[in-house]
């Protein structure tokens, strides 16, 4: 069982010491919400999800819909 299957994460800064910290080398991405907005997950088979939004980027109106309103998480929260 995963204890977060989907990391939200906002600064590209945060992003690469977070990935760094637990590990992860490689990458896949797996969905492009806009521009510098993207889904990845690692190669690791806990097969985490992890969206990385660039601080300058606001967060796409379909992301917000399907993953921030649903969970009734605010956008700087970690899991999602």
């Not at 204890?3 to 760094?20: D, N, Q």
């Not at 300058?56 to 309103?69: E, G, I, N």
Request: hydrophobic share 40%; charged share 20%.
């Amino acid at each position: 069982r995963r204890a977060c299957a989907h990391l939200v994460i906002e600064g590209g800064a945060t992003a690469a010491a977070i990935t760094r910290e637990l590990g992860w080398i490689s990458l896949e991405a797996v969905h492009e919400w806009a521009q510098g907005i993207v889904t990845l997950r690692s190669a690791d088979p806990t097969e985490v999800d992890l969206t990385i939004q660039p601080r300058s980027y606001p967060w796409p109106h379909a992301f917000r819909k399907l993953y921030l309103t649903a969970t009734r998480l605010p956008p700087h929260t970690g899991c999602a």
